[in-house]
């Protein structure tokens, strides 16, 4: 976050109360409401959550013990047994909702699809029937490549159905990050599509998947079922690669959920940190199926009659559990859509919202950015009095995009939610109840019921004015384990700050305030972990795809702040023997990250050095280097580093 951003939120004093209107109608209506749901979870938090899991999921069998906490270990409803799937399809079909629309389906270019709970149902057990067809069994691990299509969300469910842990890798990902990916999990099948739109163009998702799996690449993976989306000519494996469509028209529809101990995994989704390899996030059944619901209920406020638009990708932990899990536990009506704003199509988003009628609309900060660049008469020229309720996650939100926001896409009668968590939470963790908190803007106010939040130093000691966000005490939705590394979990999350008072402390990674009414102002990470656009890549990920080019010598990344991309990718590389740093190798070694990573790593700006800073142990300064690339002046002690004409010569550079 820019210093002028920092200073433009601790000077924000404005407030913005829920309508009246809108908090009768609400699900948590008032303050006192809230204040009360927190204080008896806070006080009783088995018994919190206990009620809850009764109440508004579907158990083949309760459980014995709400909560198993061995710190940092934690058993969510212990000996309980239930299907998400089950949750989100099966309940709703003995209730009127089997003809209401599950799923609506926006598609580039100009198509649209729509599934009631019913036919959502048939589709998700004949998926779920051609996996065990093809020898998928309970614990077997899927991969999921896809695009923003139904199927995504049908193939989640059918693996979900049958337990068989999923992992959906983002369509953006290169082979090269979607093998890696599939090898840790040791995946058995893999399903993806001939391709999918992405901004007037098709992306090659099959093709990946080939590059991802030749030559052996990913030993285990026996299946690959491809739907034809793009109709683009694809090769296909004899023996390996079948057509869904195909498969789906034999299978049959009869498909009972498997009754799955509530701590059996359901899937695993990657994550950036700051060091080595992305992070296998793993997420059990039970908790992480009431985490979603009863956020989703209480904070999107679900209404019958809603339709309700998440604009993540379902590659992503927002689209997990916001796009599929959440509102389909819900028997909400949600909406997906395959394309983004671009050139050919700016006023996509709100045409969209017109058509349908969305009532709420939840998408991320750089995106409100970028409709802000494309000027108020896209949406002013749509009719978009259906919305009643604005969501934003990802990032910080700069209060002018909060107010561009409220004015100009909620007409000024929105409650916007704010909300911050990440795949590691498994759900929101500090938002308001948009009937019952009033908010500030860029700030995501108070806890959930039954989240107890707090900023600290790294004794553990509350600083208000500022610190780490931590969390004390464990919830449904958190992640169990890193797949396979349960000490580097530890290490990860729960070492950073020693137990205090035998309490343990979950670290986010991100640094915080809370002001003097309890409200959180999340500021942005405090690790080696940049926020582009809403993406999380870690720059040591980036520096090892720099590293692999032939050229190059070292690499160091950081982020900077950027106006529409919240940060931006900024690369220093020094190069190898007698190299030569040319424009035309800044554009190699872009095209070389997108190649490793994908393009959502692309770095914005390569810098060639012959040195980088360095303490006399030799490590990479990066405060000096985040102090360059943003064009500020190195700010701080500069008396470790090793040579100080480095400094002298970057600077230089620029
Ligand atoms: C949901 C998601 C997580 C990181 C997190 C923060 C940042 C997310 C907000 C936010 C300020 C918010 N999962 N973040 N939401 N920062 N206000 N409302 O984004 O795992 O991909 O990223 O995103 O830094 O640690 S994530």
Redesign the pocket.
């Known amino acids: 976050m820019s210093e002028a951003t920092i200073e433009s939120i601790l000077q924000e004093t404005r407030r913005f109360h829920p309508p009246a209107e809108f908090s009768q109608n609400a699900h948590i209506k008032s303050l006192e409401d809230y204040q009360h749901l927190y204080d008896r979870a806070k006080a009783d938090p088995q018994k919190f959550w206990g009620e809850l899991a009764e109440q508004e999921l579907h158990w083949f069998q309760k459980w014995d013990t709400v909560l198993d906490w061995q710190p940092p270990f934690a058993k969510w409803f212990v000996g309980g047994k239930t299907n998400i799937s089950y949750n989100c399809l099966d309940r709703h079909l003995t209730t009127w909702r089997k003809n209401k629309a599950a799923l609506i389906w926006e598609g580039e270019p100009g198509d649209t699809r729509t599934l009631t709970y019913a036919q959502l149902h048939r589709e998700v057990c004949q998926m779920a029937n051609v996996l065990k067809q093809l020898g998928v069994q309970k614990g077997d691990r899927v991969g999921i490549y896809m695009p923003m299509i139904p199927e995504a969300a049908i193939a989640m469910l059918a693996c979900a159905r049958i337990g068989a842990p999923h992992t959906v890798v983002f369509g953006g990902f290169s082979a090269e990050a979607l093998r890696d990916r599939l090898i840790d999990v040791q995946a058995r099948v893999v399903i993806t599509a001939d391709g999918g739109w992405r901004k007037d163009a098709i992306v090659p998702l099959k093709a990946q998947v080939d590059k991802a799996l030749a030559n052996g690449g990913v030993p285990g993976v026996e299946n690959v079922i491809v739907v034809r989306r793009t109709e683009q000519d694809v090769y296909m494996q004899p023996g390996r690669d079948r057509w869904w469509h195909e498969l789906q028209q034999t299978a049959s529809a009869d498909c009972p959920a498997e009754p799955m101990d509530s701590e059996d995994l359901l899937f695993i989704l990657y ?1 950036s940190g700051s060091t080595g390899k992305p992070k296998g996030v793993v997420h059990t059944t039970g908790g992480y199926n009431l985490y979603t619901h009863i956020t989703t209920k209480w904070i999107f406020d679900l209404q019958d009659t809603d339709v309700y638009w998440c604009t993540a990708d379902v590659g ?3 689209g997990h559990s916001y796009i599929v899990y959440g509102p389909l536990s819900n028997g909400a009506t949600t909406l997906m859509y395959e394309g983004a704003p671009r050139a050919s199509n700016p006023g996509c988003m709100w045409d969209i919202i017109e058509k349908h009628g969305v009532n709420v609309f939840y998408t991320a900060p750089t995106a409100i950015r970028a409709f802000i660049k494309m000027g108020d008469d896209l949406p002013k020229a749509r009719n978009l009095s259906s919305l009643r309720l604005l969501g ?6 700069n209060p002018e995009a909060w107010m561009w926001y409220y004015r100009v896409i909620g007409g000024e009668r929105c409650p916007i939610v ?7 939470t498994g759900g929101i963790m500090i938002t308001p109840l948009p009937g019952a908190i009033p908010t500030k803007p860029g700030s ?1 106010t108070l806890p959930f019921p039954g989240i107890i939040a707090d900023v600290v130093d790294l004794e553990g000691n509350s600083v208000a004015e500022g610190g780490y966000l931590a969390v004390k005490y464990p919830w449904p939705g958190m992640m169990r384990t890193i797949y396979g590394d349960p000490d580097r979990f530890r290490r990860t999350y729960w070492e950073h700050i020693p137990p205090k008072d035998g309490q343990y402390l979950y670290f ?3 640094g915080a305030r809370c002001d003097k009414d309890g409200y959180f102002w ?1 500021m ?2 405090v690790d080696d972990v940049i ?1 582009v656009s ?1 993406h ?1 890549l870690g720059t040591m990920e980036i520096e090892s795809a720099l590293v692999s080019h032939p050229a190059v010598a070292e690499a160091a990344v950081v982020g900077k702040p950027d106006e529409l991309k919240g940060e931006d990718i900024v690369a220093f590389v020094t190069l190898e023997g007698t190299q030569s740093g040319t424009e035309e190798l800044q554009k190699e070694l872009k095209r070389h990250v997108v190649q490793e990573i994908g393009a959502i790593a692309r770095p914005g700006e390569i810098r060639f050095t012959d040195a980088l800073p360095k303490t006399r142990s030799g490590k990479i300064m990066r405060r000096l280097l985040r102090n360059l690339a943003s064009g500020q002046e190195v700010s701080g002690d500069t008396s470790t580093l090793e040579d100080r004409g480095v400094l002298d010569r970057l600077r230089e550079g620029a």
């Open positions: 994550t992503w932990i927002t934003t996650v990802g990032e910080p939100i704010d909300t911050w968590w990440q795949t590691e995501a986010a990674g991100d999340v942005g990470r926020n809403g999380r």
